[in-house]
């Protein structure tokens, strides 16, 4: 895996938060570029030696590590996200002082100077970052959108106008292209969020934050875990719903098993927020902790006798076992002798052989043509 970030900023030493790919860079062709036009088009017509510069979904960390001189709001929705951004600061000696870390549920802290947005793959969480820039930053402040350009289409580049007056775009370079705009304050929002949906067939109510995986309804992966919910004779002593989303099947466990404690964990702050909303719009509130961490990163060993599951298969835009992987190895470490993961998955995805040989014991319960439900039983 290459590491050596180079720049007009110097060269910089960058990690990704997996080791499961080591193709993959820590950055991409859209960070170069807008560290490249920012520095010879933009940085000089600011006239001012130490900006404040709001960055929002810096991956690994590229532009925080590049313009780590000025004053830095480095806002994301993922607790891992900011993780590896602190460690790539470490690895170049780089100090944190004048760096804030905000979560993209938070309000941005300060009105910047310049404000770069990475663009994401979802139009439904960047119109969230869009009204929250247009919301709280007032007008004049230049945005740079940057992103690769599968993740631009027409639809982005009307949100942006919408949410900023009048954009350009930059050519294409090494598949990436640039989006400028200036913050023009509030405008109407096209989509309030977070937006509402019901299961029905579980009598569920429920909000979803943006940037969830099944934006606005439940994902059928879920539904088919719903359909066929473990079942248990006695009270499990602690349930954990790892990578909960929206909470839907941590809602389930709270209804078949009223006494146990249940903890809903997630990566995403948007996705914890909408649990704890779930929780209680549904008659639920204070029957679930709530934490936002990295797989179960601050969850005690040998804790928990269940833990329940839909995990990732994509990390950022690439198939990897990199998350899920590091979810089991966490599950593993979290449950007790004798204690249960349950997950369910693509049918394709092979995981299967993997978690037998780490549990001791995997077996499929349910199947259908498109997803699989797979008990994995911690043997020793």
């Not at 995403?268 to 934490?291: C, M, P, Q, T, W």
Request: hydrophobic share 35%.
């Amino acid at each position: 895996m290459e590491k050596d970030f180079n720049t007009s900023y110097g060269t910089f030493t960058l990690e990704r938060d997996s080791d499961e790919d080591k193709n993959l860079r820590a950055w991409d062709a859209s960070d170069i570029y807008a560290l490249e036009t920012f520095k010879s088009d933009i940085e000089s017509t600011l006239n001012k030696e130490n900006l404040n510069i709001t960055i929002i979904n810096d991956s690994f960390g590229a532009l925080t590590c590049a313009l780590a001189k000025h004053k830095i709001e480095c806002v994301s929705d993922s607790f891992s996200t900011h993780s590896v951004i602190k460690s790539n600061l470490g690895l170049n000696i780089l100090s944190r002082d004048n760096i804030a870390f905000t979560s993209s549920s938070s309000d941005i802290e300060s009105t910047p100077d310049v404000l770069f947005l990475k663009i994401p793959k979802s139009n439904n969480y960047l119109e969230y970052l869009l009204q929250k820039i247009s919301r709280l930053i007032g007008s004049g402040v230049p945005v740079i959108g940057f992103g690769m350009t599968r993740n631009i289409h027409s639809s982005t580049v009307e949100l942006f106008e919408h949410y900023l007056g009048e954009v350009h775009t930059s050519l294409a370079k090494k598949k990436a292209r640039l989006v400028f705009g200036s913050t023009k304050g509030s405008v109407k929002n096209i989509v309030e969020y977070p937006v509402k949906y019901s299961v029905p067939q579980f009598n569920m109510d429920l909000v979803n934050n943006a940037n969830g995986f099944s934006f606005g309804k439940i994902d059928f992966g879920t539904l088919f875990f719903l359909d066929h919910f473990p079942r248990f004779k006695n009270q499990p002593e602690k349930v954990i719903d790892l990578g909960c989303g929206d909470g839907s099947l941590a809602l389930l466990a709270a209804e078949k098993w009223p006494e146990s404690p249940i903890i809903c964990v997630d990566n995403s702050y948007l996705a914890v927020d909408s649990a704890k909303e779930n929780f209680k719009i549904n008659g639920y509130e204070g029957r679930s902790e709530f934490k936002v961490t990295d797989c179960l990163t601050g969850i005690d060993a040998k804790s928990a006798d269940l833990i329940l599951c839909n995990p990732p298969f994509h990390e950022y835009h690439a198939v990897s076992m990199g998350v899920a992987g590091r979810m089991f190895k966490d599950a593993y470490r979290v449950l007790k002798s004798g204690g249960s993961l349950f997950i369910v998955k693509n049918k394709h995805l092979g995981y299967q052989s993997y978690l037998k040989t780490l549990f001791g014991e995997c077996k499929t319960i349910a199947g259908n043509k498109k997803y699989e439900i797979l008990k994995a039983v911690k043997v020793i």
